[in-house]
């Protein structure tokens, strides 16, 4: 039987503001552990969260440059679970009510096409701490200092159908929070990472099959190797007539392979709830034109305009404004 696999990515870009979203922490990387985790990241009895207005400028940023619809009003939600380096015993996030909603952006294929990939949406949420495995010994570490750090989770929908496409996808977000200037897209230091959903299904037939997600990709060839394998795996075991089970699973780079971490019956039950401590967001029309007027020109119309100005292939054009720095330094040569 021929296969065609389904994809989805949710991508987690760090927000490049100096203070935490809720509290004014520094987010600067590299620090000592725990000297950057105030009373508020740590959710101690008698805080008060404040939203970081930069964030949400942020957000709106995206949410223009994806065409994507702006909420009026969104809300903030608690994510309830247990973890070490959540000492405070929930995550603040949104759920319902995203601030960024339904959107788009193109991607390029190999045969010189253009695909047009959909955004569920897009939300702003806090950063956990992490917890530290080496150096301890019979013991892990914790360091709150990115406890409370802003981020953007971004949605796509289901339309990507293989790893080339979920890269492109992926680095085509990538250079464009770089653009925006909302996230530095240092992937060694966790700025921009990866969720990959994947499922298989005959090619021909309309219904998704059933999804696995493979969790914490921090590089474009990680994502590459992650989700072949996984296609290759659930066909393999379809084709031996087992059945894919709902799950997340981690990739392991050494072996270049994935392993079950959690499954559905196990899956966290967050228990979302409005935040009691935040009001919702509003965000009015006045905002989001200030915002737009302080847009830089977006990487697809500057590729145009580079096609049409220097007579470059758009295939030139596509490499020549991959980046903002590159693209700025073409045309000051
Ligand atoms: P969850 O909270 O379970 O992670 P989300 O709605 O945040 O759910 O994300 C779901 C992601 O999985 C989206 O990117 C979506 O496009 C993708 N997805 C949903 N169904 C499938 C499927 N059958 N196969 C592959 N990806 C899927
Ligand atoms: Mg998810």
Redesign the pocket.
């Known amino acids: 039987m021929q296969w065609e696999a389904?994809?989805?990515?949710?991508l987690h870009a760090q927000l490049a503001t100096r203070t935490k979203i809720f509290s004014g922490a520094a987010t600067a990387y590299g620090a000592e552990p725990n000297v950057q985790a105030c009373a508020i990241d740590l959710g101690m009895p008698g805080v008060l969260p404040v939203l970081n207005e930069s964030t949400v400028r942020y957000a709106v940023r995206l949410g223009l440059a994806l065409d994507a619809e702006l909420a009026g009003r969104s809300v903030f939600a608690r994510k309830n679970y247990f973890y070490p380096d959540l000492p405070k015993g929930y995550q603040i996030s949104q759920y319902e009510l995203p601030v960024v909603g339904q959107g788009h952006i193109d991607i390029d294929l190999e045969d010189g096409s253009i695909k047009r990939i959909g955004v569920?949406r897009a939300h702003l949420e806090e950063d956990a701490g992490k917890s530290l495995h080496e150096g301890f010994v019979g013991m892990s570490g914790i360091d709150l200092n990115r406890a409370g750090t802003p981020l953007l989770?971004i949605?796509?929908?289901?339309?990507l159908r293989s790893a080339r496409e979920a890269v492109a996808y992926m680095k085509k977000m990538h250079a464009l929070v770089r653009y925006l200037e909302i996230c530095d897209g240092n992937m060694q230091e966790g700025s921009f990472r990866c969720?990959a959903?994947?499922?298989v299904r005959p090619v021909g037939t309309e219904k998704?099959?059933?999804?696995t997600?493979i969790k914490n990709l921090n590089s474009f060839r990680f994502v590459d190797r992650a989700i072949n394998f996984e296609i290759e795996r659930q066909v393999e075991v379809l084709e031996a007539g087992g059945e894919i089970v709902q799950e997340t699973r981690l990739f392991d780079s050494d072996r270049g392979e994935t392993r079950p971490m959690r499954s559905k019956e196990e899956a966290n039950d967050y228990r979302y709830f409005p935040d009691p401590d935040l009001l919702p967001l509003e965000i009015d029309s006045a905002f989001i034109e200030e915002v737009r007027a302080e847009l830089p020109e977006l990487p697809d119309v500057r590729r145009q305009r580079f096609v049409q100005q220097y007579g470059l292939s758009s295939y030139d054009a596509g490499g020549l404004t991959a980046s903002r720095e590159l693209a700025d330094f073409f045309e000051t040569v």
């Open positions: 389904v994809i989805g990515l949710e569920t989770e949605v796509s929908e289901p339309d969720d959903n994947v499922s998704f099959g059933t999804r997600e």
